[in-house]
């Protein structure tokens, strides 16, 4: 009978390691990113100079196209969303003096914007914006260009200031 | 009650997701201008030369004495100035002989007239020539009044009443006179 006491000892240590189990807690982390669009560099200057050839042939007086079309400016900018968008508004170069029969004081034009390999673009003609163009994801330039410059009637520009502008909007989603 | 309102308020101040989304877009603005300066064109004068041909009677009662001539017209067309304010002038000299020699009594060696230029402003251009018999102050200048706006125009030069000073029987020889069109601002009172 003594002998089988001794024996029980052993067993009982051998059971300890249950006591001693692990145990994990964990703690969860999210976040998120909205979706954003923002220019870095969010202005230029377009300065076209004398706009009305000279001369004192028939089409002295008149929009120098040359002078507006080809125009170019670069912004720098990005969207950090693949459903980002760029839309183009345009708003014509206009003079504040009065026209008159034979004159006009207002020079339309087209521009066109191009990010990520992408291009939107809108023309003065119509008081809309133009339609938008899913730019993507990206960082780095926004070409603008102005082209297909022309006036309402063909005719003599008034003498004057002219001013004008193009909006390029990112938007983040469509 | 109390208790719930300030619950809610402390949920409404963990939702800072809106406010991001409203400045996410941006607008990027290339400013486009330019400038035309005030300028005035003349259409090229037609006809630019006037001859008038033999310009005393040759018999009758007026031997020796001045033609009457018809109105003399001249176009220049497509004229314009592209500003508010301009002014047409004309600076007329009268015909005079190329010998410049002081002619005799009851002789003359100019030839006046009247030249005037229309299709601007309300108020024509208009200028007659007083040149003596000898020549002097052939030149005469005429300005129209003020055009207030910017105009486009084909301007008419009337030239008329040829006459000598004194009816004196001209000078034999050619004779030639110039009329000056000016289309500028108009002068500063």
Known sequence: MRKLLILAVPLALMASPAFAQSATGTVSIDGSVAGRCLFTTPSATISLGELALGGAGGTAGKLDTTKVDGQTRTLVGWCNSSAATMTVTTTELTNVASAATGFDNRVDYTATAVANAVNANDSSLTPASGTASAVGLFTGNIVVTLSASSTPNSALLVAGTYTGKVEVTLSPTV | ?189
């Open chain 2, 1 to 189: 009650m109390k208790r719930i309102g300030q619950i809610l308020l402390l949920a409404l101040a963990a939702l800072p997701a809106p406010a991001l989304a409203q400045s996410a877009t941006a607008t990027g603005t290339v400013g486009v201008g330019g400038q035309v300066a005030p300028v005035c064109i003349l259409g090229t004068p037609n006809p630019a030369v006037i001859n008038l041909g033999t310009l005393a009677n040759t018999s009758g009662a007026r031997v020796g004495r001045i033609v009457t001539f018809s109105e003399q017209n001249v176009t220049l067309p497509s004229s314009f100035c592209n500003f508010a304010g301009s002014q047409l002038t004309v600076q007329a000299t009268a015909l005079l002989s190329t010998d410049d020699t002081t002619p005799p009594a009851g002789f003359a060696r100019a030839v006046n007239y009247t030249a005037s230029a229309s299709g601007w402003a309300a108020s024509n251009a208009t200028v007659t020539t007083t040149a003596l018999a000898d020549g002097t102050a052939a030149t005469a200048t005429g300005t129209g009044s003020v055009q207030p706006l910017p105009k486009l125009a084909d301007l008419l030069v009337t030239l008329s009443d040829f006459t000598v000073t004194g009816d004196a029987i001209l000078v034999a020889g050619n004779y030639s006179g110039t009329i000056v069109v000016t289309l500028g601002p108009a002068a500063i009172p």
